[in-house]
């Protein structure tokens, strides 16, 4: 028995360095191969929905260039305390979406010259909702404590199994990637059959919570996804998400009964946000909050760049470069990036691999755009079978010449804020403020001045709103 638990907190010890080291970060292509498995065609399905997009991104006048909002719930469930994340820490969550969907995040341009003509802004906008499903008021964040500890429950069957396949080799790639596909139940072993049930946070009786109608909403559930294993906590997989499907006319049982209760997006709370305070061993190295755009990507079709395999294998996107699954860098939380430029994992195809891409397996520091057709791709998933997320849009039309006519001062602000619109009749107008995520705080007729000392410290979006037309600045409010 001593032998056993010995040998026990060794492999712990041992598979928690290869977590850390190696972390399988994205759990997107288990959870692919865990359906697959328990439906035969789901893969095809996935596939067939792939192509649809791609034919839809490829006829002409098919695409459209204005900014599509969609309604997320994030649906927080803890077990501890240090699992509950913040507010302020989802809402940094939401603006990093929404920079790096609409290429605003800061490092857009950090990324080497020659893919610079292949960036593309996915123009997708992301608001906390402000209705629940049954049409009430809602902040767009559900918190839910549970007794399940960790949803990445291994237990010791599934590491002997794992070890059993594929031995205790640590110190190869190989070896390496067979234990964590094992562990994850990917790689046709017993393990396999049962699964890891990563889905259980998606429902209340499984100690998680439900879905938000998942055609509506964009579910992001926020728990625990560290295994524990005899004290040591391994982290393993950082989030996963499951792809669009658009295949009305599949027999029975080619797809998931249930695909409607689990679509959306997981991601473990220490990989959540910008610089999480409990971020625990992987400190530093998901400080940036991509996890979450990446998972993001997959949600709206995307695959890894990698195709996740060989050079062979593609992603279905003509202007990401080939690159080879995982042989790229450890994720190190002191990266410099230009040393990372020299990889190139497919030299045929004339281009280094593209680290810069939120879809490739390198340090998220790195990470800066989606290219033009990756773009194409999402858009068309969120115009077709992910068109019920699409809110309404304003028939107002943005104008420059009332953005140039409309001042805010002083800014920051504090109590008063005074607003001049130069050539318009500001009684012709309404105000409204909105926080960085998209929720209005305050709407009233347009005056000379607005009293803004109840909001608290932070960025505001001030919104003049009139028949035809509108305008947005952005003001500080400082206390
Ligand atoms: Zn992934």
Known sequence: MILRTITLSFIGLLLCQIGIAQSLRCGHQHAIQQQTHQHASYKQVVQQTFNQAKRRTQEANSRSQEILTVPVVVHVVYNTTEQNVSDELIYS??????????????DATDGREMFQSVSGNAKIKFVLADIDPDGNPTTGITRTQTEVESFMDLSLDNIFEAIDSCGLDVTSQEGTECLL??????????????????DNVKSSATGGVDAWDTERYINIWVCNLNANLLGQEMPMVMGFAYPPVEAPNWPEGALPTDLKDIDGVVI??????????????????????????????????????SGDGDCAS???????????????????????????????????????DMIENFMSYNPEACQNLFTIEQVDIMRAMLEGPRSGLIMQQTTNTISTELHQAFTLYPNPANSQLNINLEGYHLSDFTIEIQNVVGQQLL????????????LKAGIYLVRLKGEEMEAVKKISVIR
């Not at 969550?93 to 800061?106: A, K, S, T, Y």
């Open 93 to 106: 969550q939401i603006n990093v979406l929404n920079e790096d969907f609409q290429r605003q995040n800061p």
């Open 181 to 198: 596909n094992a562990l994850l139940g990917g790689t046709g072993t017993e393990t396999e059959e049962e699964g890891l049930q990563l």
């Open 443 to 454: 709407s009233a007729p347009a005056q000379s001045f607005m009293d803004v000392s109840q």
């Open 268 to 305: 473990h709370h220490q990989a959540f946000g910008v610089d999480n305070p409990n971020a625990g061993l992987v400190e530093g190295i998901f400080k940036k909050g991509r996890t979450c755009t990446h998972e993001m990507g997959h949600y709206f079709g995307l695959r890894h760049i």
């Open 314 to 352: 593609d992603d279905g996107i003509g202007d990401t470069p080939a690159e080879v699954a995982t042989q790229n860098p450890d994720l190190n939380p002191n990266v410099i990036c230009s040393d990372l430029h020299s990889i190139d994992t497919c030299p045929e195809d004339g281009l280094p």
